[in-house]
């Protein structure tokens, strides 16, 4: 099965307490579609400037990635510039520089509107909304979203979270959804907002998946479902970390037949596999050299770690 | 196997987001032994005033633990004052009247010293020194502490952590401990230091255990161990998570015949239970309440909400 995600490719200049790098290839569309290679086909719609060169796109392809979606505009990348040095499990944002992003207007090519799974990652929701309403025939959809459209576009977001099968989405970010303080009434309330799963991501401590009685279809509500991260003598640079999450994830979920709480238990654990990995070196860096057994391996250590 | 835990019987002012309680039952010795007696035999050495009335008393002994350590003094016992209001994570201190307990000498009954688990709870490093000195027979010593005496009086912890088994701690103590700001960084320094084990509880995000290749006496390093906590819909009162979440955790573990990996494991699960419990009500009210059913039936829980 194949997903299409759309989101940002773009550059990010970065500097955490393992160091600095300048305008690194990143982006969620980025570390989602790596992250996702690893278990099915991924094709990207996004949009790129001129400083998007053949060498940022074989980062892409050589894992099998389809960039025929990634648009080429006059100008320059989106570009992020941000810092962890107070504080690795938030980003200061220093800059944000859009550029070709400020235009975006997904255009999704021909034949892939047959993708069978859509994974919106973080952008503008009317955009979301926009991309979902041209793929009618997919057998999922899943999202990400942010503070910023959170507070200030909340009347845009909520047609986008009633389109979602799964809603992943940070802990803070649930609290400002919902307006709960405690983490379970949080999931419980944005789960009332439209998305049949939420996926709330802890940072460092993991994630939970809370259910309601549409997430598999049998109108039973189950319990909600906790992963770890894994245990790492160094955190280089969280940035993807999340996106990385989704494409395990995501990937994960579209590689399989059937949608059962076990499979969405497994791809919680490789949405947190592919994490750990995003976040052992800056930008893309890890991600293009893991390869699968890597990946085997660590979900036998976080098995591992977790199972009585 | 019976254990002996010497620390506080204290009264607790509380107030959090639930409301406001004066002066209930608390204490790190009196939660610890409520917890652990859901697994074995628990003998409380400690000090109390004459504000310690045989209801109080009764909380302990209708569980079959054995107060006969529990010094009566002339004048008021411990009593502190503590609110949650901001941060359900962290307690913010409002007074501490040692009162009789800042005499307090630790006294161990005749037969006591026979005990095979000794737990020293968070009190002044010199008397949980002094206690482990009177019990040179016991099987394993496990021990707690808190910021105060990693900070102001590091040098009188350091020899006690030399005589731990098992140390629990708070991740920002291991970290302060350790002065390392990776949290597997500060728990492989924490280890250093003398604990053959040392268990980091996260608060609501579960905790983690850190062997060295003294843990288990084959020379074998292991990797950490992972738990969660029982998503709960409101958390009342956090007072005496650590020391319920120690006493489920070392209950297990003395009711077991041989401390394997597997049992250890099985012991933190165990500690998460009972953590979980004594937060759900003001002081010691939940737990006194728990039957050994519910324990079961939240251990179950537990095990379903984190395994594949």
Redesign the interface.
């Known amino acids: 099965m194949s997903i299409l995600v759309v989101g940002s490719v773009a550059f990010d200049s970065l500097e955490t307490?393992s160091g600095k790098r300048e305008r690194v290839l990143g982006g969620a569309a980025t570390h989602f579609a790596l992250a996702a290679s690893f278990f099915t086909d991924v094709r990207v719609v996004g949009v790129v400037g001129e400083d998007f060169l053949p060498e940022h796109e074989r980062v892409l392809t050589v894992k099998g990635v389809d960039t025929k979606g990634i648009e080429r505009a006059p100008g320059k990348s989106f570009h992020w510039t941000g810092s962890y040095l107070t504080d690795l499990n938030a980003a200061h944002t220093l800059a944000t520089d859009l550029n070709v992003f400020a235009e975006f207007s997904p255009k999704i090519p021909e034949g892939y509107e047959e993708s069978d799974f859509l994974f919106l990652a973080n952008i503008d929701p009317v955009l979301q909304l926009q991309v979902r309403k041209q793929m009618p025939k997919v057998k999922m959809v899943a999202g990400d979203t942010m503070n910023y459209w959170i507070g200030a576009h909340r009347e845009k977001l909520l047609p986008v979270l009633q389109e979602l099968d799964v809603l992943l989405i940070n802990d803070n970010e649930a609290r400002m959804l919902s307006g709960e303080?405690?983490?379970?009434?949080a999931a419980e309330g944005v789960l009332k907002l439209g998305p049949k799963t939420v996926i709330v991501k802890?940072g460092?401590?993991?994630s939970?998946a809370y259910f309601s009685d549409r997430s598999f279809g049998d109108g039973v509500k189950r319990?909600?479902?906790?992963?770890?991260t894994v245990?790492?003598?160094?955190?280089v640079d969280p940035t993807g970390a999340g996106d990385s999450f989704a494409g395990g994830f995501y990937g994960y979920v579209a590689s399989q037949k059937v949608l059962t709480p076990?499979v969405f238990?497994?791809a919680m654990?490789y949405g947190s596999v592919m994490g750990s990995f995003a976040v052992e070196a800056f930008g893309t860096e890890k991600l293009q050299q893991t390869t699968r057994k890597d990946v085997d391996e660590r979900f036998a250590?976080l098995?591992?770690?977790?199972?009585?």
Chains 1, 2 share one sequence.
């Open positions: 307490p303080t405690n983490g379970v009434k802890y460092e401590h993991g939970a319990r909600p479902f906790r992963t770890h245990p790492l003598q160094e955190v076990e238990r497994t654990f250590l098995r591992e770690i977790s199972h009585l």
